[in-house]
């Protein structure tokens, strides 16, 4: 063989650990192998682990025992999620869009994001946020010309106790007029309908963007198959996504609905709360589009809502309040 051609063999390496402290049974019968499973996992060090380890076996074992799943079933599903992970690209999270569509990000949401008397709720992170996006101040552009109609989106950032709370950074992002992210389209120049703002001493934000609309997620992956087969729709009703944080706070991720989209309630990834469906406004004023900043003039929509922070001490204490609570009603 030529220099420079030989091929290095890569052996699998063992990970150096001993065989199990204890004996265990030949797992010849179905039963013996949960168990077996289950003492095995008893022997990982770290707690949360072992205990998340316990639940998802014991689950699983029991969803193919009472499912009775076929070889050929098992076999689908192990391809399936083979798919979705080549789907994955370093802008297209294909794993997240099946949790979402499987109403596991909106119930992970909902555990760790009880809610709290007077702040703004969470809702679904999504798959298109990306960490690019511009900085703008307050009163300019997220969105280039030309992407959609005007929309101006302004209010405050407040603590629950009414006080605003200066320089915090929200995170916005949103799809254009055609209803797409600026990472679907085949040639991605720069970040656009996304942006980063801070607001004021007075907790005021405001900036320009344009109105979102109702949009299918992406249905050319085994996510969009899955739907199909399931006979679900895979629209989501218009939004635009915020994420606020600042010092002291927990951070918040959310995003707001216009009212009166048909897709609201049967929303493809289960994100739409009832409180955080808002209205916009219809400005047919000239002189005001352009003060704000639209380079046409002509009507805009404006967008009007404050968003509320929660302490981050008063966010732990509620949700280990729901924990307990939950946890109370599961022994009921």
């Not at 009472?66 to 297209?92: D, H, K, Y």
């Not at 934000?205 to 199909?228: F, K, M, N």
């Not at 918040?252 to 009212?259: K, V």
Request: net charge negative; charged share 25%.
């Amino acid at each position: 063989m030529a220099a420079g051609n030989e091929q290095t063999e890569k052996k699998p390496q063992s990970n150096g650990l001993p065989p199990p402290p204890f004996e265990l049974p030949y797992p010849d019968k179905p039963e013996l192998i949960t168990s077996n499973l289950l003492k095995l996992v008893e022997l990982t060090p770290n707690e949360r682990h072992k205990f998340l380890l316990k639940n998802l076996v014991r689950h699983m074992h029991e969803f193919i025992n009472e499912t009775s799943l076929t070889t050929e079933e098992w076999m689908t599903a192990i391809q399936f999620l083979t798919n979705v992970g080549q789907t994955c690209t370093p802008i297209r999270q294909e794993f997240i869009l099946l949790s979402d569509t499987l109403g596991v990000s909106a119930l992970v949401d909902a555990l760790n994001n009880p809610p709290i008397n007077g702040a703004t709720e969470s809702s679904v992170l999504g798959p298109f946020f990306t960490e690019d996006a511009p900085e703008v101040e307050i009163g300019e552009s997220i969105a280039s010309e030309g992407k959609g109609d005007y929309m101006y989106v302004e209010g405050r950032v407040l603590s629950i106790d009414g006080k605003p709370i200066p320089g915090a950074t929200i995170e916005t992002w949103e799809t254009d007029g055609n209803g797409s992210y600026d990472t679907q389209y085949e040639v991605r120049e720069k970040p656009d309908c996304r942006g980063r703002l801070r607001t004021g001493p007075d907790g005021k934000y405001g900036y320009r963007a344009v109105v979102p609309v109702s949009y299918p997620i992406p249905g050319d992956g085994p996510v969009g198959e899955l739907l199909t087969a399931m006979g679900r729709h895979n629209m989501r009703p218009n939004h635009l996504h915020t994420m606020i944080e600042a010092p002291g706070y927990q951070k918040l991720t959310t995003a707001l609905y216009p009212e009166g989209d048909q897709w609201l309630a049967s929303d493809a990834v289960f994100g739409v709360k009832k409180s955080l469906v808002v209205g916009l406004k219809e400005v047919k004023d000239d002189a005001e589009a352009k003060k704000r900043g639209f380079p046409k003039g002509g009507a805009f929509k404006l967008l009007q809502h404050d968003l509320v922070l929660v302490p981050t001490s008063e966010s732990q204490a509620a949700r280990e309040r729901f924990a307990a609570e939950r946890a109370k009603n599961a022994l009921a």
